[in-house]
């Protein structure tokens, strides 16, 4: 969401969209060379300008980049290890940013660039805390890293634990905390997080195999994630994407059941559209998509 007329989404079988005139239309393309790819993660910065990141094993994690609206993409880094698997990016400005992969020899991968993608290089792996045995990340709507500020990242996982990893130097050093967001089956976990200021976070999740389950899915830190609260708004459900909505002083969770938005000591059920990503933009529209095509626009009204 890069403004409240310009928006971009991204699917299957290399599909991107991109809106400006507040979704009223969508023009939908495949890139050229990636017809069988499932992008995971766009990120924008103008109409113009925006990034492409694949899922997939091995070299069908792929970055690409266009600057001139979707009409030429440049092929920025394909995965060279058959056991890595990359799960989603964010950018704390136009030439810096990093990208979150599954854990390959027991690490987490994770790639930097500080040149606009021109080049992508991996974050020394020795100073990455261990990851667990049956711990990763979930591609699934393309927020299982969020960053802040000039420095801060955050990512966050799932599986056999459900841990917030943090690093305020841009990833040079990291610490890591567990949270009560449920795990323990690789279908359950934290799928998404976002922080709107060094201090504050909330983290979304559950278990997707069980999307309306309600229990420990949704939970918020106010000492920059080195704690983490269980929210107590009801109805829950499994969330694959959170963000905050600061036009509205709230956060918005969304999964395949319900759309809920959480703030002023409540919670209000939004929708019950079958749902997967989420964006905000800064005066309070939204972004969502879902299976078989599906766009929904929020006005930012309740």
């Known amino acids: 969401m890069v403004s409240s007329a310009v928006a971009w989404a991204s699917g299957t079988r ?19 060379g990636a017809e069988s790819l499932d992008f995971r993660d766009i990120e924008a910065f103008s109409a113009d300008e925006a990034y492409l990141l694949s899922a997939g094993p091995g070299d069908l994690s792929r970055i690409y980049k266009t600057t001139d609206g979707g009409r030429n993409w440049t092929l920025q880094f394909t995965n060279p290890d058959a056991k890595g698997f990359f799960d989603c990016m964010a950018f704390w400005d136009r030439r810096h940013g990093i990208a979150l992969g599954d854990p390959v020899d027991s690490k987490f991968v994770l790639i930097t660039t500080a040149d606009g993608g021109k080049s992508w290089k991996r974050l020394p792996p020795q100073m990455m805390p ?26 966050a996982t799932g599986g056999s634990l459900a841990r917030v990893f943090h690093s305020a130097d841009r990833g040079k050093r990291w610490s890591v905390v567990e949270t009560p967001i449920v795990h323990g089956d690789e279908s359950s976990g934290i799928f998404s997080i976002a922080f709107r200021d060094p201090r504050h976070g909330v983290i979304a999740g559950g278990d997707y195999k069980h999307p309306a389950q309600q229990g420990a899915n949704l939970a918020f830190t106010e000492d920059g994630g080195r ?56 005066t309070g529209q939204a972004v969502a998509v879902g299976p078989k095509g599906a766009i929904a626009w929020f006005s930012g009204r309740e």
């Open 14 to 32: 290399g599909t991107y969209l991109r809106t400006s005139d507040g979704g009223a239309s969508w023009n939908a393309t495949q890139v050229h």
């Open 130 to 155: 261990p990851a667990i045995p049956g711990e990763g990340a979930f591609a699934a709507s393309g927020t299982c890293i969020a960053v802040q500020g000039k420095n801060n990242v955050w990512f």
């Open 227 to 282: 704690t983490w609260q269980l929210s107590q708004a009801s109805p829950q459900a499994y969330f694959s994407a959170v963000a905050f909505d600061g036009a509205n002083d709230r956060v918005l969770a969304l999964g395949p059941v319900l759309t809920l938005a959480v703030g002023n000591g409540r919670a209000r059920k939004i929708s019950d559209l079958n749902l997967n990503a989420l964006a905000v933009s800064k």
